[in-house]
T-cell receptor
Framework: DQQVKQNSPSLSVQEGRISILNCDYTNSMFDYFLWYKKYPAEGPTFLISISSIKDKNEDGRFTVFLNKSAKHLSLHIVPSQPGDSAVYFC?????????????FGKGMKLTVNP | NAGVMQNPRHLVRRRGQEARLRCSPM?????VYWYRQLPEEGLKFMVYLQKENIIDESGMPKERFSAEFPKEGPSILRIQQVVRGDSAAYFC?????????????FGEGSWLTVV
């Protein structure tokens, strides 16, 4: 069962426009959400996060929105740049049995065209 | 990703051999996590360790896989009698404390290919 879902495998946008990456989750016990960016043959790099007590967090060109009632979060990148082309993973933090771990979605490939 | 060191970056093993993947956490980090990424999949949690202790191994296959994080030296993920289905990218991550979130850092990964 996929607790964190990224239903669109890919997205292509023009440089300068907005990129919107979506993520849905099923576990209402998740209390922290993160976005990671990953280039081929490299490890994931932390991008931005949001606590479940907030509905928005902004860091430069990156903004994450959280809609708890809909169990949905999104990452907005504006303006998009060619260097943003990568695979983006949505992750949720789960505490279970005293141990906390990240649950990842399958990722979405973003291509920003010059 | 700077600081979390994984080796080897690429490893080829024949079916039935053993694979050992090593992870040195960032300086000052005593919590280590191993994740596996199969082709076309997201990262799946395998195991969470602190120095000399396995905290959570709920994501680790019950057979053939083991992990350790000794008092001295790197964390080791060991896969015995590898099969083709073990071919994947294995990522190690570390954090300074038990709370994840923005403090977790990933290594560059170890790509295991079983032939």
């Amino acid at each position: 069962d996929q607790q964190v879902k990224q239903n669109s495998p890919s997205l292509s946008v023009q440089e300068g426009r907005i990129s919107i990456l979506n993520c849905d989750y099923t576990n209402s016990m998740f209390d922290y959400f993160l976005w990671y960016k990953k280039y081929p043959a490299e490890g994931p790099t932390f991008l931005i996060s949001i606590s479940s007590i907030k509905d928005k967090n902004e860091d430069g060109r990156f903004t994450v929105f959280l809609n708890k009632s809909a169990k949905h979060l999104s990452l907005h990148i504006v303006p998009s740049q060619p260097g943003d082309s990568a695979v983006y993973f949505c992750a949720a933090s789960e505490v279970q049995g005293g141990s906390e771990k990240l649950v990842f979605g399958k990722g979405m490939k973003l291509t920003v065209n010059p | 990703n700077a600081g979390v060191m994984q080796n080897p970056r690429h490893l080829v093993r024949r079916r039935g051999q053993e694979a050992r993947l090593r992870c040195s956490p960032m300086k000052g980090h005593s919590h280590v996590y191993w994740y596996r990424q199969l082709p076309e999949e997201g990262l799946k949690f395998m195991v969470y360790l602190q120095k000399e202790n396995i905290i959570d191994e709920s994501g680790m296959p019950k057979e053939r896989f083991s992990a350790e994080f000794p008092k001295e030296g790197p964390s080791i993920l060991r896969i015995q009698q590898v099969v083709r289905g073990d071919s994947a990218a294995y990522f190690c991550a570390s954090s300074p404390g038990p709370r994840l979130g923005y403090t977790i850092y990933f290594g560059e990964g170890s790509w295991l290919t079983v032939v």
